[in-house]
């Protein structure tokens, strides 16, 4: 009897244990499976893996970075963003950050292609996807192209859309595209120069960041392939998105800074007047830079847009 209580006693014991550590894998316990992290690189093409930051839970925010950032810069929108109930997705164009750096095309097509193969394989639906800066008109040229499949929204940050240079019957932009060539040569013959001259124009203020933001950012820069940052500005140069503004069919929201020195706010204007039903909302105390120099009106502005 002894040896029968003793052996009840370890069968109590046991299933009190299993019950317990149970009780810490919520997954295991509904789904009878094992939680699975979420992949940090996801291949769009043999040999061709991008970066992503996948974090959250809910109604999913796809986020592109500007040139020649990474994923990495959206650090203060993925804490304002999970915090609020969305999932947050970061996606490295190929050849920044901690993306591949393969040989070949760095263009707008190139580029959305990547973030449609991104979408596809984590089977996105429903989502908004914003973009800063480059990021902005690659975003704004992947709704187009792809006729804002996988998206309800569209967000554009500082956007250099839809055209980065002076043209004859386009006056809007600050800079010629001799003055963007100016910047390849400098990017292959002393490259941090080229992103001292960038970071120069790139905030409203020598105080709008603090120097260890300034420091972050750069050390992010660095990672970049200089191959990739060549031929990400020719095709910042080169690439004109007239034709895709009214193909834009979803609801978008347009944040910009009056005081941009690298993306003038007569873009913005343009932008807004040419894809139909948009909101512009105007920065007044940061320069290309709003979504860390003014990041509290940046973060509150977009997560009421995806609210709306």
Not at 23 to 38: I, L
Not at 50 to 75: F, N, Q, R
Not at 81 to 100: H, M, N, P
Request: proline share 5%.
């Amino acid at each position: 009897m002894r040896i029968k209580s003793v052996i009840s006693a370890v069968i109590v014991l046991t299933a009190l244990f299993v019950s317990c550590t149970g009780d810490n894998k919520p997954e295991e316990k509904t789904t009878g499976k094992p939680a699975k992290a979420r992949a940090e690189y996801i291949e769009v093409e043999p040999n061709v893996r991008l970066h992503v930051t996948d974090l959250g839970e809910g109604k999913p925010v796809i986020l592109i970075h500007g040139y020649p950032l990474s994923d990495a810069s959206w650090e203060y929108q993925y804490h304002a963003l999970v915090k609020e109930g969305y999932r947050v997705i970061g996606i490295t164009l190929r050849g920044f950050g901690q993306s591949d750096k393969p040989y070949g095309k760095y263009n707008y097509d190139q580029f959305a292609s990547d973030i449609k193969a991104v979408l596809d394989q984590l089977n996105i639906k429903d989502a908004t996807l914003g973009g800063h800066s480059m990021g902005g008109a690659i975003a704004l040229h992947y709704a187009a192209k792809y006729n804002g499949a996988h998206l309800s929204k569209l967000a554009l940050f500082s956007a250099a859309a839809p055209c980065h240079t002076k043209k004859d019957d386009y006056p809007y932009p600050f800079f010629t595209k001799e003055d963007i060539s100016k910047w390849v040569e400098l990017n292959n013959n002393d490259r941090p120069a080229l992103l001292a001259a960038i970071g120069e124009k790139f905030v409203y203020s020598p105080t709008s960041v603090s120097p260890a933001i300034g420091a972050w950012l750069g050390s992010i820069e660095m990672q970049s392939s200089p191959y990739a940052m060549e031929q990400a500005l020719i095709a910042l140069r080169d690439e004109d998105l007239r034709a895709d503004l009214p193909k834009i069919k979803i609801p978008t929201l347009i944040l910009h800074a009056k005081e941009d020195q690298i993306v003038s706010f007569a873009l913005a204007e343009q932008m807004h007047k040419a894809i139909s039903g948009s909101q512009l909302i105007p920065f007044d105390k940061s320069g290309h830079a709003s979504f860390l120099e003014e990041k509290d009106k940046f973060n509150a502005e977009f997560i009421k847009f995806l609210k709306q």
